[in-house]
């Protein structure tokens, strides 16, 4: 049989590296799925529920395994499908490939069924590259550049080709002109700032007195340089929310998240610090950062675009953050005054007795912070750490310390529902012998995660590892947007948008062969923890959570208590346990509560 332009494409996929894709079939793409089933082994596909869900997957597989991510979808529906997954990747930097099918060429302008232009659907996500393949001996080229516009700018590239064309003979391009002879390869440069740069950043930081970093997902692979330049500089360091495993939150001199989801100590470095570095972060709240003017700045970051964005710096150095680091070090003088780092530590330790009296605070059924709180001191050294988006994201932000050789991320950049199952589920593929423990609140199974429960039933006894837990916050409640009403808005809580139905999360587990476990009382819960974390197969770890315990900010603004007050003078439904719930956490540190 002919080689066909679907056989030439998952070739040349593999000859790249690629080694899996996360999808779902159709048959505006079959011909691809064909040339993947005579390609054997070469390309693992991963059948989802759903195509969003498949491109989650990719994104996760880009963050956790350090590669391309790649999905794959058919024609029409399925395409628009993977849009959300896809935005998740490129608004956090990750480089994935979505290839997605198309109507017959003949057919494309005739208003045909499932006909949708692609190009434009894909303009703004894949902008850095989307194209749509026309005749067989462009193919070699578009995936050439799909595949290194990804890898070398961390985006999205989409690869958009008619059903007729993926059954076509392959050709080469001829050599004739008008055509492209591409080829495959690429490896990341060492990028380093120039060398009077480093020294100006350095004058800089040699000369503050209060130094404070901000480190997020460009640092995780610089931990070792990140500790060197701290302890040099007796500076305190933040984590942004993509950066929780960059640094051990058993460092004393880190205090944790920053932002509505972070700590008072987070809070206290930035407005009491003199100079700001910030180390790979695109972290978006410019209000908890320094007010402007008050700490020069110094920003390191690979991508240019990012620099100066978020607080005005005086140098910024465009590069790799371990080997920028490393280059800026020797030109760093070691400061001997330990007042500041001093005042972090008090306050970071300070903070870790809060969390410890607020997780224990009495609550009903389950104080929601308690499950993190549990969790923490039972995680696996090598465990991977998910999050849905949502009041699960506090806890998982402030209470789960993290410690090294721990991977943990989320929905970061586009902050979206439904993410931490097929991120836990991507990072089972990515590492199959490691553990993998996924957070994430009632509202979202619902949407959309319950179903990727089934894509861990079809694959699970392949891996070598079977530890794979999904905690789902059950609290029949939407319940960051409910606070936000309350809080942000000065509304009560809107039971019409807010109430969800009750669902038995761990009882779908048992239906479809997995093992489920429910909770509803505090006193059982690291007994669940242990349980489900040393079980032989997946488990759903179901607890059913206060809603009203406060996600609190780390800080109050007087707007926010107004705002707070006008929702209980208008009457909010759960008027009682919210002022209840509201007092045990702000006097926690003097009213602790108990089970």
């Known amino acids: 049989m002919a080689k066909t332009v679907g056989d030439f494409l998952v070739s040349r996929l593999h000859s790249w590296g690629v080694r899996r894709m996360f999808g779902y079939p159709g048959d505006g793409i079959n011909g691809v799925f064909g040339a993947l089933g005579r390609a054997k082994d070469k390309i693992e596909f991963i059948q989802a529920r759903h195509e969003e869900m498949a491109a989650f997957m990719a994104s996760a597989y880009a963050k956790f395994g350090g590669e391309l991510g790649v999905c794959i979808a058919t024609s029409g529906p399925g395409a628009t499908h993977l849009v959300t997954g896809l935005y998740d990747a490129r608004m956090d930097h990750q480089p994935v490939l979505a290839i997605v099918g198309q109507q017959a060429r003949a057919a494309i302008g005739g208003h045909y069924q499932q006909e949708v232009d692609l190009a434009a659907l894909f303009k703004d996500v894949a902008g850095e590259f989307v194209h749509q393949a026309s005749v067989p001996a462009q193919v070699r080229h578009l995936v050439d550049r799909a595949v290194r516009i990804a890898l070398a700018k961390r985006t999205v590239t989409a690869l958009i080709l008619p059903n007729d064309l993926q059954e076509l003979p392959y050709e080469e391009p001829g050599r004739v002109h008008g055509t492209v002879h591409s080829g495959v390869g690429y490896r990341r440069p060492k990028v380093i700032p120039h060398q009077d740069d480093l020294k100006a950043a350095a004058d800089i930081l040699n000369s503050g007195e209060r130094v404070a970093m901000l480190v997020g997902a460009g640092a995780l692979e610089a931990t070792d340089e990140v500790i060197a330049v701290s302890d040099r500089l007796r500076a305190g360091a933040a984590k942004a929310l993509l950066g929780k495993a960059a640094l051990p939150d058993a460092l004393p001199w880190v205090t944790g998240s920053i932002g509505l989801l972070g700590t008072e100590p987070s809070w206290k470095l930035m407005q009491e610090c003199d100079t700001l570095l910030m180390i790979g972060s695109g972290f978006p709240y410019s209000e908890f950062l320094p007010k402007e003017g008050q700490a020069r700045g110094i920003q390191i970051d690979i991508d240019p675009a990012m620099m100066s964005l978020r607080y005005p710096m005086d140098v910024t150095l465009v590069g790799d953050a371990a080997e920028t680091l490393d280059a800026l070090l020797p030109l760093l003088k070691q400061k001997r005054k330990r007042d500041w780092r001093g005042d972090i530590e008090r306050n970071v330790e300070k903070w870790w007795k809060l969390l410890g009296k607020r997780a224990h605070a009495k609550a009903s059924p389950v104080n929601p912070q308690l499950v993190a709180w549990e969790l923490s001191t039972r995680l696996p050294d090598d465990v991977i750490l998910t999050s849905d988006s949502g009041s699960c994201a506090n806890w998982y932000a402030r209470d789960v310390k993290i410690r090294r050789g721990m991977m943990c991320s989320l929905s970061g950049g586009l902050a979206s529902m439904g993410a931490a199952v097929p991120y836990a589920i991507a990072a089972k593929f990515a590492h199959p012998d490691r553990p993998v423990v996924g957070l994430v609140g009632d509202g979202a199974m619902q949407m959309n995660n319950m179903a990727e429960l089934i894509t861990v039933q079809k694959y699970w006894k392949n891996w070598d590892d079977p530890r794979f837990v999904i905690c789902v916050y059950n609290n029949e409640d939407l319940n960051q947007v409910t606070w936000e009403q309350r809080v942000m808005e000065g509304d009560p809580k809107f039971e019409a948008s807010q109430r ?83 007092v045990r956490q702000v006097l926690s540190s003097v009213l602790p509560g108990a089970d």
């Open 500 to 582: 969800i139905p009750d669902v038995p999360y761990h009882r779908f587990a048992e239906l479809i062969g997995l093992k489920g476990i429910l909770i509803d009382r505090s006193a059982d819960l690291g007994q669940a923890w242990d349980d489900a974390l040393f079980s032989d197969m997946p488990v759903v770890l179901e607890v059913k959570t206060d809603p009203e315990v406060p996600p609190l900010p780390p800080h109050f603004t007087l707007k926010q208590v107004k705002n707070f007050a006008t929702a209980l003078a208008k009457g909010d439904p759960s008027e009682a346990k919210v002022v209840d719930g509201t």
